[in-house]
């Protein structure tokens, strides 16, 4: 079984930036894709973007350019730097991580872009 505990949401002014993380724990789990996706009230959730194995990375047409998606092995981590928010970026943000053999998601986190 493995666990993932967010982190880093808020309230942000339009143009501004957030850093959400996500950690996962467990044992004897092996991480493959490490991923992020949102849903807005009333919507359904999409993803945002992923970073693969070998460190490549993805990214829905709506947030590239805009947000990085980044992991650190050794913690298990992922990262994901958001800047040049923007209102409609408002929503709850989920990690995902693909562990052999299945996806976990996090918690959520909120992240609102309101002036």
């Known amino acids: 079984q493995v666990q993932l505990v967010e982190s880093g949401g808020g309230l942000v002014q339009p143009g501004g930036s957030l850093r959400l993380s996500c950690a996962a724990s467990?044992?004897?789990?092996?991480?493959?894709?490490m991923g992020w996706y949102r849903q807005a009230p009333g919507m359904q959730r999409e993803w945002v973007a992923s970073?693969?194995?070998?460190?490549?990375?993805n990214y829905a047409d709506s947030v590239r350019g805009r947000f990085t998606i980044s992991r650190d092995n050794a913690k298990n981590a992922v990262y994901l730097q958001m800047n040049k928010l923007k209102p409609e970026d408002t929503a709850v943000y989920y990690c995902n991580v693909y562990a052999i053999p299945r996806h976990y998601w996090g918690q959520g986190t909120q992240v609102t872009v309101s002036s």
């Open positions: 970073i693969f194995s070998g460190d490549t990375t």
């Open positions: 467990g044992r004897d789990f092996s991480v493959n894709t």
